[in-house]
């Protein structure tokens, strides 16, 4: 059974315990940065930060809002990368996680093309052209332990599991959350295995919270597999 990880930025506090945690698990080297007006840190993602806590302040019916957003790869359930990519020696999909992991092989691959395919703008290319993104911990899963970014959150705000139980758990979490935020939403659950949870206006968190349909698209992503099922299973033979 597919994994997933249930954000609630809600309850998020921007502490980047989950973006150290990555780092360190990968043993991803630290980028140089500057002070760019705001906490957020690098600035974006890159082939060297697989998760990154984006950070807004908004004016929100008239009240200073701090908005956190630990943006990563969703994991997507029909993955425009992969089947884009066409080679699973390069993007696979793991069977016992669920999670779309990327290898050195994709060196081989369109980069620009595999990153355009993404609704969510999330793979980044090294200089000699290979593409890495967040792997779900699946290391650390295959071993009967959470991902790094879960097992760090001190205030709950992520939760790991089984897909049908994170997903369960979201909709109730959803339901409370509307009490107070009467614009709260989860994003793309159905088409994620990262699922998040937002008070507001998702448009207010990062640019491609929720999926882009400029951008390669989930549902372009399904109708080719519909479309190319039979002859890309005769070809992977």
């Known amino acids: 059974?597919?994994?997933?990880?249930?954000?609630?930025?809600?309850?998020?506090?921007?502490?980047r315990g989950c973006q150290v945690a990555c780092k360190q698990w990968h043993d991803l080297p630290a980028e140089k940065t500057k002070?760019?007006?705001?906490?957020?840190?690098?600035?974006?993602?890159?082939?060297k930060t697989y998760k990154l806590v984006r950070m807004n302040e908004e004016?929100?019916?008239?009240?200073?809002?701090?908005?956190?957003?630990?943006?990563?790869?969703?994991h997507c359930i029909d993955a425009p990368c992969l089947e884009t990519a066409f080679d699973e020696n390069a993007i696979y999909?793991?069977?016992?996680?669920?999670?779309?992991?990327?290898?050195?092989?994709?060196?081989?691959?369109?980069?620009?093309?595999?990153?355009?395919?993404?609704?969510y703008n999330i793979p980044r290319k090294a200089q000699d052209n290979t593409l890495a993104k967040c792997d779900l911990c699946s290391d650390r899963v295959h071993n009967g332990l959470k991902p790094a970014c879960v097992t760090v959150c001190p205030s709950g705000a992520m939760q790991f599991g089984d897909r049908d139980r994170i997903?369960?758990?979201?909709?109730?979490?959803?339901?409370?959350?509307?009490?107070?935020?009467?614009?709260a939403m989860l994003l793309n659950p159905e088409d994620v295995n990262v699922i998040y949870l937002v008070g507001f206006d998702p448009k207010l968190y990062a640019d491609y919270a929720v999926a882009s349909s400029d951008r390669g698209g989930l549902s372009r992503s399904v109708a080719?597999?519909?479309?190319?099922?039979?002859?890309?299973?005769?070809?992977?033979?």
């Open 1 to 15: 059974m597919s994994k997933s990880i249930f954000i609630d930025t809600t309850i998020c506090t921007g502490c």
């Open 93 to 119: 999909r793991d069977t016992q996680t669920g999670a779309v992991i990327y290898t050195k092989v994709t060196r081989n691959l369109d980069a620009d093309e595999i990153i355009g395919s993404c609704p």
């Open 35 to 47: 002070n760019m007006g705001s906490f957020q840190n690098p600035q974006d993602l890159s082939f």
């Open 224 to 237: 080719l597999r519909k479309m190319m099922g039979p002859f890309t299973r005769m070809m992977r033979v």
């Open 167 to 183: 997903l369960s758990i979201a909709k109730k979490r959803l339901g409370k959350v509307k009490q107070k935020f009467s614009k």
């Open 59 to 74: 004016i929100i019916n008239g009240r200073l809002e701090w908005l956190f957003f630990p943006d990563q790869c969703r």
